[in-house]
């Protein structure tokens, strides 16, 4: 197809009412022709998409007419010869080829990742018939091209430097953002093209962003507001305040908001937190504690009276009309709360988990269990997790999963926060440990799964976490009552993570079990992984001669 006719696609898609169409030169004839009628007609949307179709029609005929564009004069230049390889060459016929093959063309990125490592531990490069399927497989996994840059040779950048689909390591190449994507292409072109430039220049994309804002929808600019998440700066705050001030959009206001949420220095956080600290000066009024406040606190208990202790917080009793600015709505945004508590929630997601404890002195785990004696305590642990959703904070994280019952989740207004979202959001030597204590046969699944969506490519399981997830696969597997479909769906990620001394006593395991068992595809998932892992190390020994 006619690259034009596919750009007139994609404006009428788009719309003329929505953004005017830009019509091409007159360097061939049906451009002429096209030129012609855009010349001839005024730019309504209604003028424009009559052009624009009429356009379409005339490049439809000459192309059922066989009308070639003419070519040019010069002949394209010939590639220059592709350099020598100056590093060794996986032989075309050692054993792991075939092993590297199977996984460039089917594997998990994971496990692309190993192999790619082995290759470049060993100072190698892939030998050609490998090097299509490891191109593609980085066109498809922009997290392995680093490492793949520097496996593929010399031939390998030579090839990506000719084939568009290829394109992946010259500054050149098809990977630069296309401004003619954010001019003509669809929503998501649009979406994908904002988040490039976002991710390699902030402060061009907020450019971009502000200049054209105007000519978006709602939805448009909410969907592209989101995407500030990226690279997220205090530069952003001046627009982001001017949105929350003065766009038409509700959604559009909620999601600059949220933002600014995420910026401690902000003016919106200053505002939240002034109004905070205004529920809650009982409490910074209230005595220190002391030995004797301690003694007082026992005894209460004892007797069940109350300990005499100032609520942390206190949400006021009339609304001010002046919050309407920063979205706090009047009417609770719960039919479980009050107008008061729902006042409280929304004061309290509004500001980062460090506010709390910057603004108190406390830790989390000592705010978390002043919150469970307050009358207030289901708006503010819902807005903290709320606010941990969107934070990530380790060592509010740590607090929950140390403060919560086991099987519980966070309270949350949507999304979950169980014991795998907060140990997810721990570091890895923490997550490990954490992963350790709740490892059984009942939680596995949830565990690799867990594992999976994180892609942390270089992680592998500590030896005693391997041997507990190994004890857990077996009491799982021996006490199945049927086909196991979730272990199933991520048995070879526990392939992938576990040590290469487990892989070996797994499949003497599966080997050992009763045939009865209704293990399903479990073995074989897992012996293909742990197959080629081990054939991998093999090979790539450094006492193996390749």
């Known amino acids: 197809m006619d690259s034009r006719l596919r750009l007139f696609g994609s404006l009428a898609l788009l719309g003329t009412a929505r953004r005017s169409p830009s019509f091409p030169e007159s360097e061939f004839p ?5 030129r012609a009628l855009a010349d001839a007609s005024d730019a309504s949307p209604e003028a424009s998409a009559r052009v624009m179709l009429c356009g379409a029609g005339a490049l439809s005929v000459c192309g059922r007419a066989g009308y070639e564009p003419a070519c040019h004069e010069k002949l394209p230049d010939i590639p220059e010869r592709c350099p020598e390889e100056t590093r060794a060459v996986l032989p075309e016929n050692a054993p792991v080829t075939d092993v590297l093959g199977e996984i ?5 990125h994971r496990l692309q990742w190993e192999a790619l490592r082995h290759l470049e531990n060993r100072n190698m490069v892939l030998p050609p018939s490998l090097l299509p399927a490891a ?9 392995l091209r680093p490492l793949l840059a520097r496996t593929v040779g010399a031939r390998g950048l030579w090839l990506a430097a000719l084939n568009p689909d290829w394109r992946m390591f010259a500054a050149s190449s098809g990977e630069e953002p296309d401004p003619e994507v954010w001019e003509h292409g669809r929503p998501m072109q649009r979406q994908a093209f904002f988040q490039a430039v976002r991710a390699k220049n902030p402060a061009e994309a907020r450019e971009l962003f502000e ?12 969907s592209l507001l989101g995407l500030f998440a990226h690279g997220l700066c205090d530069e952003d705050e001046d627009l982001l305040e001017r949105l929350l ?4 959009s509700r959604e559009v206001k909620k999601t600059a908001a949220s933002l600014l949420s995420r910026l401690p220095g902000s003016r919106y956080v200053t505002r939240m937190g002034e109004r905070l600290s205004s529920c809650m000066e009982a409490f910074f009024a209230a005595p220190a504690p002391s030995i004797l406040s301690g003694l007082r606190r026992a005894a209460a208990a004892l007797v069940g009276a109350k300990a005499g202790k100032a609520e942390l917080i206190v949400p006021p009793e009339t609304y001010d009309a002046s919050w309407a600015e920063d979205l706090i709505s009047e009417k609770s945004p719960f039919s479980q709360f009050g107008p008061r508590a729902g006042w409280l929630y929304q004061m309290a997601l509004s500001v980062p988990l460090s506010w709390w404890t910057e603004r108190t002195g406390m830790k989390p785990e000592e705010l978390l269990e002043l919150s469970s004696r307050s009358e207030w305590k289901k708006p503010l642990q819902m807005a903290w997790g709320d606010a941990q959703l969107r934070c990530r904070d380790a060592a509010w994280a740590r607090a929950m999963l140390a ?4 099987g519980d989740a966070w309270p949350t207004s949507g999304g979950r926060l169980d014991i795998l979202s907060l140990v997810d959001m721990l570091e890895r030597k923490d997550r490990e440990r954490a992963w350790e204590d709740m490892l059984s046969g009942e939680t596995l699944a949830g565990l690799l799964e867990d594992i999976r969506t994180r892609q942390e490519l270089d992680y592998h399981m500590s030896q005693a976490l391997a041997d507990k997830a ?6 799982r597997l021996t006490s199945a009552k049927g086909r196991d479909y979730a272990l199933s769906y991520v048995i070879d990620e526990l392939a992938m993570v576990l040590p290469l001394s487990s892989l070996e006593s797994v499949r003497q395991m599966f080997a050992s079990l009763p045939d009865t068992l209704p293990l399903g595809d479990i073995p074989d998932r897992f012996s293909v992984v742990a197959r080629q892992r081990l054939t991998m190390n093999a090979c790539f020994s450094d006492r193996q001669p390749l």
């Open 211 to 222: 200049k054209d804002m105007a000519t978006m929808d709602a939805s448009e600019r909410n």
């Open 245 to 248: 001030r003065k766009d038409r």
């Open 470 to 475: 190994v004890s857990a696969l077996k009491s």
């Open 135 to 143: 191109l593609a497989m980085g066109r498809g996994a922009p997290v």
């Open 104 to 108: 460039f063309r089917g594997g998990a």
């Open 403 to 406: 403060f919560m019952k086991k």
């Open 30 to 34: 049906a451009g002429t022709l096209i």
